[in-house]
T-cell receptor
């Protein structure tokens, strides 16, 4: 099946620094990738939709300048948390849609997630 | 607005027994897809089962089956012969034909016990 790899799986950083998380589709091309944030024992909250070659579409309430998303190729999207603060500590998950699947089947393939802890 | 409601925050079932997780949703569209995702302690989301709204026949995947009631906008998941490895968070989700993103429910934490 389709594999999405996320890196790093966990990261600890100091307050004020920036952290980059990568999301790669390993065996398919993904025109669209999604970034989610998940707090403990809660559901996934969509942060933004990342489209290859164009600007990301952010959900209401998500700061564009805080969470920079780049989708430079059909297999890679990155999320950069800029000037991280302790409240940014969370579990970040990416997912990707296979451009090869006919029509909008909706099926997404998820990465393993990245746990960010900001000290 | 499109919403997904999972009214059972937590459930418990004994090994080898059957459990049903409930899910209701709301949409004004007629063409959509429904999903159940499993999130084990490892945190990676895994697709359990998928249902196209235009299909009347309920989807089945081995021990997992759904009861899809389109008129009632209900999409429950039945797990038969529960196994310890089924312990996880289960999320109901759907996507419409015109949307590009999944709408998730709040999840049900399932604990399978001996």
């Amino acid at each position: 099946g389709a594999v999405v790899s996320q890196h790093p799986s966990w990261v600890i950083c100091k307050s004020g620094t920036s952290v980059k998380i990568e999301c790669r589709s390993l065996d398919f091309q993904a025109t669209t990738m999604f970034w989610y944030r998940q707090f403990p024992k809660q559901s996934l909250m969509l942060m933004a939709t990342s489209n290859e070659g164009s600007k990301a579409t952010y959900e209401q309430g998500v700061e564009k300048d805080k969470f920079l998303i780049n989708h430079a190729s059909l297999t890679l999207s990155t999320l950069t948390v800029t000037s991280a603060h302790p409240e940014d500590s969370s579990f970040y998950i990416c997912s990707a849609r296979d451009r090869g699947l006919a029509g909008n089947t909706g099926e997404l393939f998820f990465g393993e997630g990245s746990r960010l802890t900001v000290l | 607005a499109q919403t997904v409601t999972q009214s059972q925050p937590e459930m418990s079932v004994q090994e080898a027994e059957t459990v049903t997780l409930s899910c209701t949703y709301d949409t004004s569209e007629n063409n959509y897809y429904l999903f159940w995702y499993k999130q084990p302690p490892s945190r990676q989301m895994i697709l359990v089962i998928r249902q196209e709204a235009y299909k009347q026949q309920n989807a089945t995947e081995n021990r997992f089956s759904v009861n899809f009631q389109k008129a009632a906008k209900s999409f429950s998941l039945k797990i038969s012969d529960s196994q310890l490895g089924d312990t996880a968070m289960y999320f109901c989700a759907f996507i419409t034909g015109t949307a590009s993103k999944l709408t998730f429910g709040t999840g049900t934490r399932l604990q399978v016990t001996l």
